[in-house]
Nanobody, 122 residues
């Protein structure tokens, strides 16, 4: 079984910073691409940033220059450093990972964490 657990969310004032973490654990054979998504109330879930296993990154236009995604493959952990936060960044942030599990070596699965709330006050 594979689990993704996010942490680091909270309440912050506009202009502040937060750092999210996502730890992947369990029966992992290969941890491939990882990404952060977010979903604000009444809106669809959207991609915030992604990082490949080799470290290539991509960002939504709305967060470029403010957010930085990174990963530590030795720890099966992904991070999202969020600076200059705005009220419109308020959302539940979800960790996503493409994983080949030991119990399913023939296929790559798509896994999600439970989400962590980020609230930015004006």
């Amino acid at each position: 079984q594979v689990q993704l657990v996010e942490s680091g969310g909270g309440l912050v004032q506009a202009g502040g910073s937060l750092k999210l973490s996502c730890v992947a654990s369990g029966s992992i054979f290969i941890l491939n691409a990882m990404a952060w998504y977010r979903q604000a109330p009444g809106k669809q879930r959207e991609l915030v940033a992604g990082v490949t296993a080799t470290g290539s990154t991509n960002y939504a236009d709305s967060v470029k220059g403010r957010f930085t995604i990174s990963r530590d493959n030795a720890k099966n952990t992904m991070y999202l450093q969020m600076n200059s936060l705005k009220p419109e960044d308020t959302a539940v942030y979800y960790c996503n990972a493409r994983i080949v599990a030991l119990t399913r070596l023939y296929d790559e699965g798509d896994y999600w964490g439970q989400g962590t709330q980020v609230t930015v006050s004006s």
